[in-house]
C-alpha cells in the first residue's frame, strides 16, 4: 500500500481514505456462503471496517490476507475461521 496523498492509500489489495476521524478500508475480497461473510480474494473491493488508526486496520487486513479470518459484515467483526464457521459454510449448522 502507498500513499497517495494525506488521508488516501492505495494497494492493489487493500485500500483505505481518512473520513470523520476513522481509517475506512476496503480490501479485494469475496462472499462466503449465504450470510454478509467475506474472505479475501481477488474479487470486488469490500469495505472492512472503519479503524482509528491506519495500523488497526492494515493489521485487519493482514489477518484476511493470511486466510486465518474473515469478515463479518453483520456485525463488523474480523472473526478467526473454526469448525463452527465451517459448518455454517457447508449448510451443517
Given at each position: 500500500m502507498k500513499r497517495?496523498?494525506?488521508?488516501l492509500y492505495s494497494g492493489e489489495q487493500?485500500?483505505?481514505e481518512r473520513?470523520?476521524?476513522l481509517w475506512a478500508f476496503q480490501m479485494k475480497a469475496n462472499?462466503?456462503?449465504?450470510?454478509l461473510w467475506f474472505e479475501?480474494?481477488?474479487?470486488?473491493?469490500?469495505?472492512?471496517?472503519d479503524w482509528r488508526t491506519l495500523d488497526t486496520g492494515l493489521w485487519?487486513?493482514?489477518?484476511?490476507?493470511?486466510?486465518t479470518h474473515f469478515w463479518d459484515a453483520e456485525t463488523a467483526?474480523?472473526?478467526?475461521?473454526?469448525?463452527?464457521?465451517?459448518?455454517?459454510?457447508?449448510?451443517?449448522?
Open positions: 497517495l496523498f494525506p488521508g487493500v485500500r483505505a473520513t470523520k476521524g462472499r462466503l456462503g449465504h450470510r479475501f480474494s481477488h474479487g470486488l473491493w469490500t469495505a472492512i471496517g485487519v487486513a493482514s489477518r484476511l490476507r493470511a486466510g467483526v474480523a472473526r478467526i475461521f473454526d469448525e463452527a464457521v465451517y459448518a455454517v459454510i457447508r449448510g451443517e449448522a
